[in-house]
């Protein structure tokens, strides 16, 4: 098992940026594929980036390629989700998860969850 605590979050105007964190605590961190989910009101929680054990590969939804960045310190058990040029659009509730399946980019694989962290874009 492990546990998943996320920050971070917070109120940042269109166009600027935030960085995600995410600590884990448990078994051993670098034997799981984590990604960031993010769920807005009113819609279903959506998977905007992933990363696997090693780092090595890595997946992004349409939605945020070429502005979020997700990266991992496998050595303080950490993981990141850079956030760059933000829109309203972005606003949501973000969550951490982590996976023990190979497969990073389907979302129904992964089974450890964080609390979340809201992060709102004000136009």
């Known amino acids: 098992q492990v546990q998943l605590v996320e920050s971070g979050g917070g109120l940042v105007q269109a166009g600027g940026s935030l960085r995600l964190s995410c600590a884990a605590s448990g078994r051993a961190f670098s034997g799981y594929s984590m990604g960031w989910f993010r769920q807005a009101p009113g819609k279903e929680r959506a998977l905007v980036a992933a990363?696997?054990?090693?780092?090595?590969?890595?997946y992004y939804a349409d939605s945020v390629k070429g502005r979020f960045t997700i990266s991992r310190d496998n050595a303080e058990n950490t993981v990141y989700l850079q956030m760059n040029s933000l829109k309203p659009e972005d606003t949501a509730v973000y969550y951490c998860?982590?996976?023990?399946?190979?497969?990073?980019?389907?979302?129904?694989?992964?089974?450890?969850w964080g609390q979340g962290t809201q992060v709102t874009v004000s136009s």
């Open positions: 990363i696997s054990w090693s780092g090595g590969r890595t």
């Open positions: 998860a982590a996976t023990a399946n190979y497969e990073i980019a389907g979302a129904h694989y992964y089974n450890h």
